[in-house]
């Protein structure tokens, strides 16, 4: 088992980065030995991973962390960095090497203080590996004046030190930052092969992991939890009613409610798993006794706090309500290719029946005005339009049609 075998279906990406690694490799080597450097190397001190949710953008990023971090006595015989089993590989997967820094963000983006924070450690030489590797996997949730603060690491970077940035397009990058980053693009992975990792790698039966990748169309993420998650099933059975729903006004108001309410329970659910034991942690290490007063002089934390969740709560419904509308996007989608007669395969086979009712009795006009009216939901939510209003209009053009 190698770093890349969780790197479903990009093969170029693989190669590409597998031979930066080797490059990377001879290069610390050369330098620990005083020997000249060849010229060029595949290597480089920023990297940009794009590509569409669920191709494994962070995966990638990962696994090229780990291979910069190899230590497996092969590579001296000529083997490629990245064997999986040494520590130096072994802890950067599992995100315990002390010079490599995975970051992402439950809250809606990333400030100026944390960028800082990074900025001031991508200068330290690397403490126990070879490289100091700092993975960001939501830069598109960069504020314009964090990344501006980042654009400076990037021009000026340490001679040992490593930026891999993830997003889902180019456009999501500031121009200065991404004009300074070597740029990898990853495909959507072919559904067999999230299929062939659900059932390698989770156990998961072979009927259910194809149907599960055929349903998500690819992304590995999503797929893993409709496999493996009961609830998750649930909610997606929910959603793809909504179409036979909305006949009537009555019907697109309760319909759009139940989503809110849905991602309203999604983030609930997940505010009860983690807010509660941070709370508890913050309150130990500020000196509380359970049950009893703070110490005066730690409000302004126990506010600070309160912010941060209060923000990651909302992150997670408008997450859990943009998986909703990706869904229903792909529901119009076999709509759509069962009017024209496309030959492609239908993602959501497993409600055939109402595919076919829907298809029936609308034309594909109709559907691509729905599929429209689905894309201007996430549009308004964007835009800190109020979720329960973007949704109730939306469903009224879906009614519409």
């Not at 409709?226 to 909504?242: C, I, M, S, Y």
């Not at 729903?245 to 659910?269: H, P, S, Y």
């Not at 006009?365 to 429209?372: D, F, G, K, P, S």
């Amino acid at each position: 088992m190698t770093v890349w075998d969780d790197l479903v279906g990009q093969d170029r990406v693989r190669e590409q980065l597998a031979a930066a690694a080797k490059d990377a490799d001879a290069l610390v080597t050369a330098v620990s030995d005083r020997k000249p450097v060849e010229q060029g190397s595949k290597m480089t001190h920023a990297w940009l991973f794009t590509g569409p949710p669920g191709s494994g953008r962070s995966t990638a990023a990962r696994a090229f962390a780990a291979a910069l971090q190899c230590t497996s006595p092969d590579r001296a015989l000529g083997g490629e960095p990245g064997c999986g089993f040494c520590d130096g590989c072994h802890t950067s997967l599992i995100g315990t090497h002390a010079d490599v820094q995975v970051i992402r963000t439950d809250l809606l983006s990333i400030g100026v203080k944390e960028t800082r924070d990074l900025v001031r450690r991508a200068q330290l030489s690397p403490a126990v590996g070879r490289w100091q590797v700092i993975v960001m996997e939501d830069a598109d949730r960069l504020t314009e004046g964090a990344g501006n603060v980042l654009l400076k690491a990037v021009e000026e970077p340490a001679p040992r030190t490593v930026w891999m940035l993830c997003a889902p397009s180019l456009e999501d990058v500031l121009p200065t930052i991404r004009s300074r980053c070597r740029h990898l693009t990853l495909g959507t992975p072919p559904v067999e092969a999230v299929a062939d990792v659900l059932i390698r790698r989770d156990g998961v039966d072979p009927e259910r992991a194809h149907a599960a990748a055929r349903a998500t169309q690819g992304h590995i993420g999503r797929a893993r939890r409709l496999a493996t998650d009961e609830r998750a099933r649930a909610r997606r059975a929910a959603v793809l009613k909504v179409p036979l729903r909305v006949a009537d006004v009555g019907g697109c108001l309760k319909a759009a409610q139940e989503l809110i309410d849905t991602a309203t329970d999604d983030a609930k659910q997940m505010a009860e798993e983690v807010d509660v034991k941070e709370t508890e942690d913050l309150k130990a290490a500020l000196g509380g006794v359970a049950g009893g007063r703070m110490p005066r002089g730690t409000a302004g934390a126990m506010k600070e706090l309160e912010d941060k969740q209060k923000r990651r709560k909302t992150r997670t419904q408008r997450d859990s309500l943009d998986l909703a509308l990706t869904e229903l996007t792909g529901f119009y989608r076999d709509v759509l290719a069962l009017q024209l007669g496309s030959r492609i395969a239908l993602a959501n086979v497993d409600v055939q029946d109402s595919l076919d009712r829907i298809a029936e009795s609308s034309t594909p006009a109709q559907t691509l005005r729905r599929i429209e009216a689905v894309i201007a939901c996430r549009r308004a939510m964007d835009r800190n339009v109020a979720p329960l209003l973007a949704v109730e209009a939306m469903t009224m053009s879906l009614r519409a049609g």
